[in-house]
């Protein structure tokens, strides 16, 4: 167990010097400070100025987005789905988060109710965790077996290039947080009556298990990284940082008329980088 861990009360409703500290470092993060928050504000609208944009050329050409949102609990996926979305038509534009599966749906085919979701022409689906359920949560809280991880990670770029080859642009980001940052968000839920409602037992239960979950990422990024279909690392204790960085890589990444180079501004290379390289420094994390 880490040090992180020792002392650490959930219900106290002081958080301990130690994480508060080290929170915005932890996890490798490459920055001393947040970002300015009216510097973000300024980008943040430039980027969703251009997102409306994209929008407006997906109605014409029919573009089908799909982007996948993977990470710790509390590595901030719905936050960062909340502001890709803030300014788009909801009609064209969803957010996907899946309940656990009926008694009927553990009997499908695994992918089958994810297939439910894919976009029509035009249309945008986000997923606040996706199919990599069974790569992570599952294989981790016991939710699974491994034979079905295996088969699972056997399967996947397979599924995934079949929907690239239908012509869907697929988008894969794991948000990375550190130990402490992912404490002191726990922490910040349990004491915000706005925020409690985001705690559950399976959260919990994660904190004790911050090992065998990087274990699982390891193995997913290793299976899953392809070329049709790479995963992108966000550092993401800060969320300013790590939204715009998202929202720059699918524009970046896309054509569309009225796409302004500048106004989108470049990708943040410390913060969105490539698996191989994250995983030959930061793996145990």
């Known amino acids: 167990m880490s040090n992180a861990l020792e002392g650490f009360d959930l219900e106290d409703p002081v958080l301990p010097r130690a994480i508060k500290k080290k929170a915005l470092e932890s996890g490798g993060f490459p920055y001393d400070e947040k970002l300015d928050s009216e510097i973000y504000d300024t980008e943040m609208l430039q980027v969703q100025r251009q997102l409306a944009l994209l929008q407006h050329d997906q109605q014409k050409t029919g573009k089908r987005i799909v982007i996948v949102f993977e990470g710790r609990d509390a590595a901030g996926k719905g936050g960062s789905i909340a502001s890709y979305l803030e300014n788009l038509n ?3 534009n969803m ?3 899946l309940p656990k599966p009926s008694d009927r749906e553990r009997t499908q085919w695994y992918f089958q109710r994810y297939v439910d979701w894919m976009p029509a022409a035009g249309e945008q689906v986000l997923f606040d965790r996706s199919w990599y359920n069974r790569a992570g949560v599952e294989p981790v809280m016991g939710f699974c077996t491994p034979e079905e991880t295996t088969r699972f990670l056997e399967a996947v770029p397979d599924f995934e290039k079949m929907l690239v080859e239908d012509g869907i642009h697929l988008f894969k980001f794991w948000l990375t947080i550190g130990r402490e940052m992912q404490l002191k968000r726990f922490h910040d839920r349990r004491h915000d009556p706005l925020k409690v409602w ?5 959260d919990l239960e994660a904190l004790k298990r911050f090992d065998d979950y990087t274990k699982a990422r390891n193995r997913m990024l290793e299976a899953s990284h392809t ?4 995963w992108r690392i966000v550092f993401n204790n800060d969320k300013k940082r790590g939204r715009l960085g998202i929202i720059r890589s699918v524009l970046q990444a ?3 008329e009225g796409k302004d180079d500048k106004l989108i501004g470049a990708v943040d290379g410390k913060i969105v980088v490539d698996p191989q390289a994250f995983m030959k420094s930061h793996s145990e994390m």
């Open 254 to 256: 896309l054509s569309y």
């Open 227 to 230: 070329e049709h279909a790479p």
């Open 95 to 97: 957010s996907v988060a």
């Open 198 to 202: 985001k705690l559950s037992p399976i």
């Open 90 to 92: 909801p009609r064209y």
